[in-house]
């Protein structure tokens, strides 16, 4: 049904699931129609999915929308994987998934916890029609005016953090909190299709820096497994000095989160300080 409702109407149809629905009871559907339609069926989808996902302490049925899973179906430009961390990303997004004359289906992580964030904003200019989706955001002590921390020059910069989603507000304020400015926090806003041609152009600028990769989830979960490959291609086309990523992150785990909120901070503490440390 999903599948006939977003290929034979001009709509873009929305599901907005629970958490454990689309993961787990929908997964079939994910399989056969969502990720394998083009492939297998020759039909198009614009179907989009926000799938709450977010790692804010409230244990392991409300934290993950299994990012993981939906990475590993993504081939051929079957889909789009996106984790947007700026209102004005997100409304561009959307309308990407409208204007556009071919049809994908989108996945979009939505984390509850940046509807209200004092720093998830963006102003009408830059939701504007001469502004359009993009898949990296830079670091916003380089963009905003008004930053805390001036970053010091490109050939100073010791160390790249790589993230996707509301861990870089984490990431951002940590690093404010520590007056760190030879850190670079860049944001990869779409997941795939990898924008790898985008990341050469920006790690250029960083051929002496190490590159950190820093995600809330566990490590046998989230985007770590699916980008590595990514990264080191990357790193190895620009010759970069580091031609590996290092992981920043939760340990492996079982459960994908943790329901003991102490246990939770106490993780969040430790894989930032792995990130933005000496």
Not at 261 to 267: A, P, S
Request: glycine share 4%.
């Amino acid at each position: 049904f999903l599948l006939d409702v977003s290929t034979q109407s001009g709509l873009r149809p929305i599901e907005k699931p629970s958490f454990v629905m689309i993961s787990e009871i929908s997964r079939v559907d994910t399989d056969q129609f969502i990720s394998s339609a083009e492939r297998k069926w020759l039909r198009m989808s614009g179907l989009v999915c926000l799938l709450p996902h977010g790692f804010e302490g409230q244990g392991p049925e409300h934290s993950s929308a299994r990012l993981e899973r939906f990475l590993q179906l993504c081939a051929e430009d079957n889909m789009q994987v996106a984790n947007c961390t700026t209102p004005a990303n997100y409304f561009h997004i959307l309308r990407r998934q409208i204007k556009r004359d071919f049809r994908k289906p989108l996945i979009l992580m939505t984390p509850k916890s940046l509807l209200r964030h004092k720093r998830a904003v963006s102003s009408l200019s830059e939701m504007g029609p001469e502004m359009s989706f993009q898949r990296l955001l830079l670091d916003d002590a380089e963009r905003l005016k008004d930053s805390a921390i001036k970053l010091q020059k490109d050939s100073k910069i010791r160390r790249i953090v790589l993230c996707t989603g509301k861990v870089y507000y984490d990431l951002y304020e940590e690093r404010e909190q520590r007056g760190i400015d030879n850190v670079y926090l860049l944001r990869v806003e779409q997941l795939y299709p990898f924008p790898a041609k985008a990341l050469v152009d920006v790690l250029s600028r960083f051929l002496q820096a190490e590159v950190v990769w820093c995600q809330e989830e566990p490590k046998n979960m989230g985007a770590w497994s699916f980008i590595e490959p990514y990264l080191e291609w990357v790193l190895t086309h620009i010759n970069a000095q580091y031609s590996r990523a290092r992981y920043a992150g939760r340990p492996a785990s079982a459960s994908p989160a943790s329901g003991l909120m102490v246990k939770h901070l106490e993780q969040l503490a430790a894989f930032l300080e792995d990130a933005l440390g000496s």
